[in-house]
């Protein structure tokens, strides 16, 4: 039986590694061999395909049924689209940022050649003693930009520094653990979840535990737009394991594994989805069952590109969903002991 009593430290530090990351969709390198590092010094085998999703590969007891769980790396992002005659970065989005929530905030920009400035991504209108409409004025792709800390006055003066179109602006997750179990930053979605998985892995290796099944562990880095899942290992049964939502209409909360029965792809596989609320109320896991109105996972992903294998959803509850994000760690130590109920660990 797995033992998560103790697990606190592991699990915050290990979120706070692969949150520290910057590794928007395309761009996750650096996340990847994170993740690997992780797995590796555990003593667990690891690959990474073509696309770069990393593959943890765990043997079973017994033979008869492939098991695969899979979180995801890969974070919201932005992308320089032009250059303005006055030295501005224009921007376009990486996946599903609330660009209000980006207005002010801290960025590093990444040229091609291996530069890295920084930066801060500002209204077109940001000073309230000059602009009339500072602050009315749209907070979208057509009215924020950065303003790059460095001495430019022109499109020019940026051209010289290296950067150009297409190259990554990554705004700073801010992550911060508080003393009362609260973990706040952005891309809990999905690096929350890796988290858990990657400290579930940690603490079957400490505790000398096995799944019933092979397992292959997967980290995908395409995720946030929209074909994460499309390359994954063959396998009987996929699990992701990615955020929960908390919010209108919904029970789940911070504290608690939610248990998605369906979102706007469709339901889940009705007798998994049923295992799974009988594995947590039979052992005492606080959780919610709830119906994702905006979301798609994965397991959705990898069943549009014809992979015969059941799915299901779960994950902490995690509230305002790319935004400003926060989760618990009771919620996080929750959806680890479902993992671990679910994957039958001895």
């Known amino acids: 039986m797995l033992d998560t009593q103790n697990c606190r430290e592991l699990l915050m530090d290990t979120a706070k590694r692969l949150l ?29 395909t073509n696309k770069g999703n990393v593959v943890v590969s765990v043997p079973g007891r017994e033979v008869g049924k492939q098991v695969g769980l899979c979180a995801h790396i890969d974070t919201l992002g932005l992308m320089v689209r032009s250059i303005t005659s006055d030295g501005m970065l224009m921007i376009t989005k990486v996946g599903g940022p609330i660009l209000p929530t980006l207005d002010g905030e801290y960025c590093r920009i990444y040229t091609r050649d291996g530069r890295v ?14 602009f009339d409409d500072a602050a009315t004025r749209p907070r979208d792709e057509k009215n924020l930009a950065v303003r790059i800390d460095e001495k430019v006055k022109s499109k020019e003066d940026v051209e010289a520094l290296g950067i150009s179109a297409g190259d ?36 079957m290796n400490r505790q000398g535990l096995t799944p019933r099944y092979d397992t292959q562990v997967c980290f995908t880095v395409h995720e946030e737009v929209g074909h994460g899942g499309a390359t994954l290992p063959a396998v009987d049964e996929l699990l992701a394991v990615d955020m929960g939502c908390v919010g209108d209409d919904l029970n789940c909360t911070e504290y608690q594994v939610s248990i998605c029965a369906k979102d706007s792809a469709g339901p889940y596989d009705y007798d998994m989805v049923t295992r799974l609320v009988e594995l947590a109320k039979a052992n005492g896991v606080d959780y919610a069952v709830d119906i994702y109105p905006h979301y798609s996972s994965d397991v959705s992903v990898a069943w549009k590109t014809g992979m015969d294998a059941r799915g299901a959803l779960i994950g902490p509850g995690v509230h305002a969903s790319h935004g400003m994000e926060r989760t618990h760690f009771d919620g996080m130590k929750a959806t680890i002991d479902l993992v671990g109920l679910y994957l039958e660990l001895a």
Do not use: M, N, W
């Open 117 to 130: 400035y920084t930066g801060t991504i500002l209204s077109l209108s940001p000073a309230v003693h000059v």
């Open 168 to 203: 990554y602006v990554c705004f700073d997750p801010k992550t911060t653990v508080t003393d009362s179990g609260f973990l706040k930053s952005r891309f809990i979605d999905d690096k929350g979840s890796a988290a858990c998985l990657l400290t579930l892995l940690t603490l």
């Open 20 to 48: 520290t990351i910057d590794s928007p969709s395309g761009f996750t390198h650096k996340a990847a061999e994170e993740a690997e590092r992780i797995a590796r010094e555990q003593g667990y085998a690891v690959r990474r």
